[in-house]
């Protein structure tokens, strides 16, 4: 097993590296999320420009053929700024399950998601279904031989700005993946902030009109396909995370060394330097199994799922203590919003919601220990 980064890996990861260093500190990422769409447009072409909305796509595709090794590069990177557009939910997500359909438009979607001018999501999540996203209540139905969908989808990521959406319903009973433009008739968008300021919405179907075209995959195949998804899209917040807990470990120790008590630096304070310690350690230890999950994804490892749900638990648990000890080693200044590092907290804590929470994640785990 090779734990050495390619050269090409390397290259990606000093590239985001200095693009956030040089286009996203912390006052433009204020202004970012300030403003109505809730991300830049401006870096959102760059990213384009630059090749990283192409990373996960197949070559035949337009893509560069990478992977989930270069996925947790370019994530981790994202995690240390808190870069806010929806590489996520567009590429990530979207992307991964259209280009393992079989959907007659496949390549001209995703040529459109890699030059930037097109944005999809997918609106999985209901309000009262738990993680149990294949329950669904959204479906469609048959009146006068047309097919049409209702239903209603919560906390959809950059809802407001898709110009289509992937939406999991029953269709003829089953589990299908739907394909809806964000324009048509009968669809509302409600937009929101959540708690680390980036854009959700959730979306009301009445009657939209649908085909048997915009029906991507249906039964077992969108189920995998879903799963798929899922597995990769958790990988991507934990490498985030991951990134995220470094920013906060390195900051938290720099300010420990500016912050002077009784005539001292308060890093020299053992009490603190205990603290730090345990931040580090859980840093250390998220990254190993982040490693870990990557790489058996990467190979189609069959114990893939149960390490990347391990994965999602430590996230959590690992996400939590870094947030709250940075937080309060800054003192007052670690709950303003002026500073970064809480802010940070903001994401863990948004981070351990998304795709299953760590209790869900436990349970998960356990029943594939089962197996």
Not at 7 to 34: A, G, W
Not at 58 to 83: D, R, S
Not at 166 to 178: C, F, R, T
């Amino acid at each position: 097993m090779n734990l050495n980064y390619s050269d090409e890996q390397n290259m990606l990861r000093e590239q985001v590296l200095k693009f956030c260093e040089t286009n996203y500190d912390f006052i433009d990422r204020e202004k970012i999320l300030e403003s109505d769409s809730g991300f830049s447009k401006d870096n959102w072409q760059q990213f384009a420009e630059l090749g990283w909305l192409a990373v996960p796509f197949k070559e035949e595709n337009g893509g560069f053929n990478f992977g989930p090794v270069e996925l947790t590069v370019l994530f981790e990177e994202f995690g240390k700024a808190l870069v806010v557009e929806p590489y996520l939910s567009s590429v990530v997500m979207s992307g991964t399950i259209i280009e393992n359909s079989d959907h007659k438009n496949k390549s001209s979607i995703i040529e459109k998601i890699i030059s930037g001018e097109h944005q999809i999501s997918v609106a999985y999540a209901e309000p009262n279904i738990g993680y149990k996203f294949f329950d669904c209540y959204a479906s469609t139905s048959v009146s006068n031989n047309i097919l049409s969908l209702n239903g209603t989808k919560s906390l959809v990521l950059n809802a407001g700005n898709a110009n289509q959406f992937i939406v999991l319903a029953k269709h003829e009973g089953l589990s299908a993946l739907i394909l809806v433009d964000a324009e048509v008739d009968g669809l509302s968008i409600q937009s929101f902030k959540t708690i680390d300021g980036q854009t959700c919405g959730e979306l009301t179907f009445e009657n939209v009109l649908i085909d048997t075209d915009s029906i991507i995959a249906s039964g077992d195949d969108a189920e995998a396909i879903f799963n798929k998804m899922m597995d990769l899209a958790i990988l991507c917040i934990s490498a985030e995370a991951v990134g995220a807990m470094n920013a906060s470990y390195v900051k938290t120790v720099q300010y420990t060394k500016e912050r002077e008590q009784f005539s001292q630096p308060i890093s020299n304070f053992q009490v603190l330097q205990h603290r730090m310690v345990d931040m580090f350690i859980e840093t250390e230890l998220t990254k190993s199994l982040l490693i870990k999950a990557t790489l058996q994804l990467d190979s189609n490892d069959p114990d893939a799922q149960s390490t990347i749900s391990a994965l999602k638990v430590q996230v959590g648990k690992a996400g939590r203590l870094i947030g709250q000890n940075a937080v309060q080693l800054h003192g007052g200044m670690g709950v303003s919003n002026e500073m970064s590092i809480g802010h940070y907290l903001k994401r863990f804590t948004a981070i351990d919601s998304m795709f299953g929470n760590t209790s869900h994640h436990i349970n998960k785990y356990q029943a594939n220990q089962k197996e």
